[in-house]
C-alpha cells in the first residue's frame, strides 16, 4: 500500500481525524496541545496519527492535503485546517457543529 493510499484509508475509515505532533496524553508541540484541547471540549471521541513516528505520512501529507503544517484535522473526509482555524470555528459553534454532525452520519453508515 503506497502512502497516499494509507493516508486515503485513515481518513475515510475516521470521521474525526488529527495529524499531529505527538499524542493526545503527550503532544509534542504547542499547536498540536491546543488542536487537543478544542477537540477535548468538543465532548466526542477522535482518532489521531502522531507524525512523529510515521515519518513517510508526515512527508507526503503536506502535498497530499495542500496544506503545509501541523496539526492538520480532518473532518467526514475533508481538511479542516490547523489550530488556529480550529479555534475559530470553535469559537463560533461551527466546529462543535461539524463534529457531531460526523459523529451522527458515521453512526448511521455503520448501521446500513
Known amino acids: 500500500m503506497s502512502v497516499v493510499e494509507k493516508i486515503q484509508r485513515q481518513i475515510a475509515e475516521n470521521p474525526i481525524l488529527l495529524y499531529m505532533k505527538g499524542s493526545p496524553r503527550l503532544p509534542s508541540c504547542g499547536f498540536s496541545a491546543q488542536a487537543v484541547q478544542i477537540l477535548e471540549a468538543c465532548g466526542e471521541r477522535f482518532a489521531y ?14 502535498k497530499y492535503a495542500n496544506w503545509p503544517t501541523f496539526p492538520q ?19 463560533n459553534g461551527e466546529l462543535q457543529k461539524l463534529i457531531k454532525e460526523a459523529i451522527y452520519n458515521h453512526c448511521l453508515s455503520l448501521k446500513s
Open 49 to 62: 496519527i502522531d507524525i512523529l513516528k510515521n515519518p513517510d505520512i508526515r512527508s507526503e501529507m503536506p
Open 73 to 91: 484535522l480532518w473532518i467526514s473526509g475533508e481538511l479542516h485546517g490547523g489550530s488556529d482555524i480550529m479555534v475559530e470555528m470553535f469559537e
